[in-house]
């Protein structure tokens, strides 16, 4: 396999549910992030692990959380949401040399569809 | 506050023509901006760089360029097809050099 890959590619789950996404890459980059994308709004970064430091979005509610394992693995565990968290869920890989995330291209995985109940 | 401006509406052009597309910012002083494609269901895929210090970037039919001055980046695609129809991302790093923060891109429909 090659690039990024998130599973799974669609969820639904209820407001009380407990679920987690996962993302993979191959690609042998070292910082990898979590993106929320919703209908007709930016893509809104919500947290980086970075030569293992972690970044968040003080935006991102806690009921996100984000679990970093090594630097191949990315999880982002969701739990007690709100139907305005229905949303694309992107993860992304980068190779950071230190220097700041502009400077290095992003990969992206093709989302999970998540849809809250 | 920090923004980030594209064209929300779509750009409908004829096959063949060159589409310009634009992305202004304000409070803003990167040292670098990136522009991504994105397919109906898919991520975005990376395009090209621009750094502040060069005022025009080339790939294939691709040309970017890069006014600091203007806060603007316009995004070309030259002899367009159809299969350029998609939606194309400016995004640029914060002045904390710690986010990449996109704008709401510009749909590109190219008509045969």
């Known amino acids: 396999e090659t690039g990024v890959t998130q599973t799974p590619r669609h969820l639904v789950m209820g407001m009380t549910n407990k679920k987690s996404l996962k993302c993979e890459q191959h690609l042998g980059h070292n910082a990898m992030y979590w993106y929320k994308q919703s209908a007709k709004k930016p893509l809104e970064l919500m947290f980086v692990y970075s030569l293992e430091e972690r970044v968040e979005n003080n935006s991102v509610p806690s009921r996100f959380s984000p679990e970093c394992p090594n630097s191949s693995h990315l999880f982002l565990h969701l739990h007690t949401l709100q139907p305005e968290d229905s949303a694309l869920y992107l993860c992304?890989?980068?190779?950071?040399?230190?220097?700041?995330?502009?400077?290095?291209?992003?990969?992206f995985g093709d989302g999970t569809r998540l849809s809250i109940l | 506050s920090q923004k980030i401006e594209q064209n929300s509406e779509a750009l409908n052009i004829q096959e063949g023509k060159t589409a310009t597309l634009t992305c202004n910012y304000t409070?803003?002083?990167?040292?670098?901006l990136q522009w991504y494609r994105q397919d109906p269901g898919r991520g975005p895929v990376f395009l090209l760089l621009i750094r502040e210090n060069e005022k025009e970037k080339r790939k294939e039919r691709l040309k970017v360029t890069f006014d600091t001055t203007l806060k603007q980046s316009l995004f070309h695609i030259t002899a367009s097809q159809p299969a350029d129809s998609a939606t194309y991302l400016c995004?640029?790093?914060?002045?904390?050099?710690?986010?990449?923060?996109f704008g709401g891109g510009t749909r590109l429909m190219v008509k045969p």
């Open positions: 995004a640029l790093v914060n002045n904390a050099g710690n986010m990449l923060t």
């Open positions: 992304a890989s980068s190779q950071d040399h230190g220097m700041g995330q502009g400077l290095q291209p992003q990969h």
């Open positions: 409070n803003y002083s990167p040292a670098y």
